[in-house]
């Protein structure tokens, strides 16, 4: 009689993210790992043979989900635990460490049995070079303006490279088979490999589509200059330690994922379905996300801000949006019949959902927090996916852990920069000539307050120069003196700063 068992556990779900192999061993690697001289066969002391181990289906492939799979079977009979069983059935002769090199080698080539897309396979131009400047912010997908979907603005049109990358991209998202929901998908540009904290993220600086109920571009009024939502504060760029490169801090949204240690993790092994998903279908296509946070206008060009990549490429944030990935794939134990030892392989059937990550409070863990990227990884460090090291290493640019979904912990950011440098943070106010601040404490509580209430700016205190000319301002024999962002105009016998 056929025996199905599968395992759905909590630690199945999960953000994506993870040290990436150059390439994967090939599926003959587990028949040659079968012939390792340094391995032993203890045929006669295992409880399980292939006759009692056949057709055993476990979700997912990794140690645990492994051993979990060996007890379920394990007859009561026999005199050894599941972890014992399992280094007879790999011929372990070095204990538990040598038996998940070998679960690991294993898993590894079981995972090549599944189905696997790429970049290119979403839209043929998504190649290494086109994917590498779309996550550093650049690119036609990220410096037009137009809706991918819905209504078309007459002031704004989409053109056909976008719209075309638009469809394939939903397309790609909506695929029963080679999707982004039942295929791995893999990824070989440089900007996303080797990241060292287990987790990406995206800060978006701009809204290119409109009629999405997201950002604040307009129909007929978009341009390059509409906000995405605002859920995080840009503390500074580095190497430069600027605060905030331009006159105003902008609205930024930031969203990530993070994934586990162990490679054959469905969040490591799907951590680019997940990129696939934050970054090109959830807030490209979906919201009109797009670009770097900043443009830098100061000088400061040499510092590195780009729209997506390993956490620690990163500039520091209050926090992070996050999405997890919830998995179900179905792999089969079975005993070579002729080697004697434990084999696995998939059965193709992998099923993606893409969900808010569900985390816990760094300062209380028994507290749920949901959406946050930094309480994610409180989650991953509990179910010992990830390292403590790995997590402050996360929290190095995620300077707001201790306050998850503070969407305006400017706080965090001023402490943080003061500690490291010796120097103090920039001071924000409102503003009605783009040099003075308010007299006014209530106009200088908060940038909506001071355009809402009092019709001010909200600009750092630091970034008119001494010498500069406020709004009115004559600048007749000195155009380029103006404090930003106004801007010398008139004719040639007067002008003033607007």
Same mark, same amino acid.
């Given at each position: 009689?056929?025996?199905?068992?599968?395992?759905?556990?909590?630690?199945?779900?999960?953000?994506? !993210?993870?040290?990436?192999?150059?390439?994967?061993?090939?599926?003959?690697?587990?028949?040659?790992?079968?012939?390792?001289?340094?391995?032993?066969?203890?045929?006669?002391?295992?409880?399980?043979?292939?006759?009692?181990?056949?057709?055993?289906?476990?979700?997912?492939?990794?140690?645990?989900?492994?051993?979990?799979?060996?007890?379920?079977?394990?007859?009561?009979?026999?005199?050894?635990?599941?972890?014992?069983?399992?280094?007879?059935?790999?011929?372990?002769?070095?204990?538990?460490?040598?038996?998940?090199?070998?679960?690991?080698?294993?898993?590894?080539?079981?995972?090549?049995?599944?189905?696997?897309?790429?970049?290119?396979?979403?839209?043929?131009?998504?190649?290494?070079?086109?994917?590498?400047?779309?996550?550093?912010?650049?690119?036609?997908?990220?410096?037009?303006?137009?809706?991918?979907?819905?209504?078309?603005?007459?002031?704004?049109?989409?053109?056909?490279?976008?719209?075309?990358?638009?469809?394939?991209?939903?397309?790609?998202?909506?695929?029963?088979?080679?999707?982004?929901?039942?295929?791995?998908?893999?990824?070989?540009?440089?900007?996303?490999?080797?990241?060292?904290?287990?987790?990406?993220?995206?800060?978006?600086?701009?809204?290119?589509?409109?009629?999405?109920?997201?950002?604040?571009?307009?129909?007929?009024?978009?341009?390059?200059?509409?906000?995405?939502?605002?859920?995080?504060?840009?503390?500074?760029?580095?190497?430069?330690?600027?605060?905030?490169?331009?006159?105003?801090?902008?609205?930024?949204? !930031?969203?990530?994922?993070?994934?586990?240690?162990?490679?054959?993790?469905?969040?490591?092994?799907?951590?680019?379905?997940?990129?696939?998903?934050?970054?090109?279908?959830?807030?490209?296509?979906?919201?009109?996300?797009?670009?770097?946070?900043?443009?830098?206008?100061?000088?400061?060009?040499?510092?590195?801000?780009?729209?997506?990549?390993?956490?620690?490429?990163?500039?520091?944030?209050?926090?992070?949006?996050?999405?997890?990935?919830?998995?179900?794939?179905?792999?089969?134990?079975?005993?070579?019949?002729?080697?004697?030892?434990?084999?696995?392989?998939?059965?193709?059937?992998?099923?993606?959902?893409?969900?808010?990550?569900?985390?816990?409070?760094?300062?209380?863990?028994?507290?749920?927090?949901?959406?946050?990227?930094?309480?994610?990884?409180?989650?991953?460090?509990?179910?010992?996916?990830?390292?403590?090291?790995?997590?402050?290493?996360?929290?190095?640019?995620?300077?707001?852990?201790?306050?998850?979904?503070?969407?305006?912990?400017?706080?965090?950011?001023?402490?943080?920069?003061?500690?490291?440098?010796?120097?103090?943070?920039?001071?924000?106010?409102?503003?009605?000539?783009?040099?003075? !601040?308010?007299?006014?404490?209530?106009?200088?509580?908060?940038?909506?307050?001071?355009?809402?209430?009092?019709?001010?700016?909200?600009?750092?205190?630091?970034?008119?120069?001494?010498?500069?000319?406020?709004?009115?301002?004559?600048?007749?024999?000195?155009?380029?003196?103006?404090?930003?962002?106004?801007?010398?105009?008139?004719?040639?016998?007067?002008?003033?700063?607007?």
């Amino acid at each position: 009689m056929k025996l199905t068992i599968i395992f759905s556990s909590l630690l199945s779900s999960a953000v994506y !993210c993870t040290k990436n192999k150059a390439m994967f061993r090939s599926r003959s690697a587990i028949a040659e790992q079968h012939d390792q001289p340094n391995r032993k066969l203890f045929s006669d002391d295992a409880c399980l043979d292939h006759t009692n181990l056949l057709n055993v289906f476990i979700n997912g492939c990794d140690f645990h989900s492994v051993l979990e799979g060996i007890q379920t079977v394990l007859p009561e009979t026999c005199s050894h635990s599941a972890m014992m069983e399992l280094q007879l059935l790999t011929g372990s002769t070095n204990g538990v460490d040598d038996a998940e090199e070998y679960v690991s080698e294993m898993c590894w080539n079981a995972w090549n049995m599944v189905d696997t897309t790429t970049f290119e396979t979403i839209q043929t131009s998504f190649n290494d070079e086109f994917m590498n400047e779309y996550a550093d912010g650049g690119g036609f997908l990220n410096t037009e303006t137009g809706n991918f979907q819905g209504t078309q603005s007459s002031k704004y049109p989409t053109s056909k490279q976008s719209m075309d990358a638009g469809k394939k991209i939903d397309a790609y998202y909506k695929a029963t088979s080679d999707g982004a929901t039942s295929s791995r998908l893999e990824a070989t540009f440089e900007n996303l490999q080797n990241c060292e904290y287990q987790s990406i993220m995206c800060c978006f600086g701009r809204d290119r589509q409109s009629e999405d109920n997201n950002g604040n571009c307009k129909l007929e009024k978009c341009g390059k200059n509409a906000d995405p939502m605002d859920n995080s504060n840009l503390c500074w760029t580095e190497p430069s330690f600027t605060t905030y490169p331009n006159h105003e801090e902008g609205k930024t949204h !930031c969203h990530g994922f993070a994934w586990a240690e162990d490679d054959n993790d469905f969040l490591s092994q799907l951590k680019y379905n997940n990129f696939f998903y934050v970054s090109m279908y959830d807030h490209l296509y979906s919201r009109g996300y797009v670009q770097n946070q900043v443009v830098h206008k100061s000088g400061n060009s040499n510092d590195y801000v780009p729209m997506c990549s390993c956490i620690e490429n990163m500039p520091p944030v209050s926090r992070s949006d996050c999405t997890q990935l919830d998995v179900s794939l179905t792999f089969r134990l079975m005993v070579d019949s002729k080697s004697g030892f434990l084999t696995a392989a998939s059965e193709n059937d992998l099923d993606i959902e893409f969900n808010a990550c569900q985390g816990y409070d760094y300062s209380n863990p028994l507290r749920q927090e949901n959406n946050d990227l930094a309480s994610y990884a409180v989650r991953l460090v509990a179910e010992g996916k990830m390292s403590t090291a790995t997590q402050y290493g996360m929290y190095e640019t995620l300077l707001g852990y201790a306050s998850p979904n503070s969407n305006n912990n400017e706080a965090v950011c001023k402490e943080e920069y003061e500690e490291l440098t010796g120097e103090a943070y920039p001071h924000w106010c409102c503003t009605h000539d783009y040099k003075t !601040c308010h007299t006014q404490s209530f106009c200088n509580r908060d940038k909506s307050v001071c355009r809402r209430e009092c019709g001010g700016e909200w600009i750092r205190d630091d970034w008119c120069p001494a010498d500069g000319i406020p709004k009115w301002g004559e600048c007749t024999n000195n155009v380029d003196g103006c404090c930003a962002p106004g801007k010398c105009e008139g004719n040639q016998y007067y002008k003033q700063c607007l």
